[in-house]
């Protein structure tokens, strides 16, 4: 495998960035992969958490070695506290991460565009990124992961959810304009999963999970029985673990096993 550190100008934020990418490398050949036929990557898009940056998820979980087996890409961006969202005050970064990002890293690697192999995944802040992709953009990916997603941002938002390293009150009146704008709009997630199931959205397959010792876990359980009220496709798993990279290096290798994608395949025709 090889680890990339893309460091780009993009247009949408008018300013540098920088994005992580895991590249197979080696087994194409040993898998009889011919690069001049073309074949595409399947690719995972892994988004972090609040407070982290496009470099957490390989500085902390074993990822890098997970992918290897499905012979997957991983491509992992830098969002700062944005919420994966067009801020209000601050930058377009949903626009970056739904559009200009899939754009350029295609641009730079050979990555498929087909929905079926593509997936997204995150964990806490991540998660919800994860879930915002799967209900705004179904037709760019079959299958989404949340991680101790922050899934519930209305309650966390307006019932001062405390959080010793962040002001989630502040926080959102330069992310959405205030606390108050975020029900009923395209940044939450109930919202957006109602509206899509009623117009008959194909939305991908959903998996999410939340330790019982984190305090998101009861805001995961409220969104695991609405999407099931719904008919949603979504795989819950609960049980031990708290908000920590030791969770989620187990839960990533997890969500893997359940992607659509048979281990040490990873290539698309």
């Not at 559009?99 to 964990?123: C, I, M, Q, T």
């Not at 030791?246 to 839960?251: G, K, L, P, T, V």
């Amino acid at each position: 495998m090889a680890l990339i550190e893309c460091d780009f100008k993009s247009l949408v934020l008018d300013t540098s960035t920088a994005t992580s990418v895991i590249l197979p490398d080696g087994e194409p050949v040993d898998l009889g992969w011919n690069p001049k036929q073309g074949r595409k990557y399947r690719t995972l898009y892994l988004l972090h958490g609040i407070g982290d940056d496009h470099t957490k998820w390989v500085r902390r979980t074993l990822i890098e070695r997970y992918a290897k087996a499905y012979h997957l890409a991983v491509v992992m961006p830098q969002v700062d506290k944005s919420f994966y969202t067009d801020m209000v005050y601050g930058n377009r970064y949903w626009t970056f991460i739904s559009e200009e990002l899939p754009a350029l890293a295609r641009a730079y690697f050979p990555l498929s565009d087909k929905r079926e192999d593509n997936f997204v995944a995150g964990l806490s802040m991540g998660g919800y990124g994860s879930f915002k992709l799967a209900f705004l953009n179904p037709q760019n990916f079959c299958a989404a992961a949340s991680l101790s997603g922050s899934l519930d941002l209305v309650s966390m938002f307006n019932d001062k959810f405390e959080d010793p390293t962040n002001n989630f009150q502040e926080l959102a009146y330069p992310i959405f304009g205030g606390p108050e704008k975020i029900e009923g709009t395209d940044n939450d997630l109930f919202t957006l999963a109602k509206r899509q199931k009623v117009a008959g959205a194909n939305l991908p397959k959903l998996y999410q999970c939340c330790g019982t010792e984190d305090e998101l876990y009861p805001s995961n359980l409220k969104f695991r029985d609405f999407a099931r009220k719904l008919g949603l496709d979504l795989t819950f798993e609960g049980g031990p673990g708290a908000h920590t990279w030791d969770y989620w290096d187990e839960s990533i290798r997890k969500v893997l096993k359940w992607l659509p994608i048979p281990a040490n395949l990873g290539i698309s025709g």
